[in-house]
């Protein structure tokens, strides 16, 4: 299952550094323990299926063949776990990944 996502989800100031977060009252301010806590952030372009032979054939300028498309969104893994769907974007001399779907549930 996937959802469209949403800016008024998000909670205000989430974009401002944590040692700038103001504690929420209620529920949400015990969240605060848990903002330095460090997370591992994958975004996959596809995958690749091949033999070992063929692999070690591969030399510099060799093109590995993904199961994606251009324009096909990419996934998003927080923690090895699906939670998102983005496509690729250009920030200054980088890439980056924006977030187009939140994916809820497993998957």
Do not use: C, H, W
């Amino acid at each position: 299952m996937t959802q469209n996502l949403n800016l008024d989800q998000f909670e205000p100031g989430a974009d401002e550094p944590p040692a700038e977060r103001k504690a929420a009252p209620g529920p949400a301010g015990s969240l605060g323990a848990v903002y330095d806590i460090p997370v591992q952030l994958a975004a996959v372009l596809g995958k690749a299926s091949m033999p070992i032979n063929q692999l070690l054939r591969l030399g510099r300028g060799a093109v590995v063949e993904l199961d994606r498309k251009v324009g096909e969104p990419i996934d998003i893994f927080v923690n090895n776990r699906l939670v998102a769907r983005g496509e690729v974007i250009v920030v200054e001399d980088r890439l980056g990944v924006t977030m187009t779907e939140i994916v809820k549930g497993e998957q």
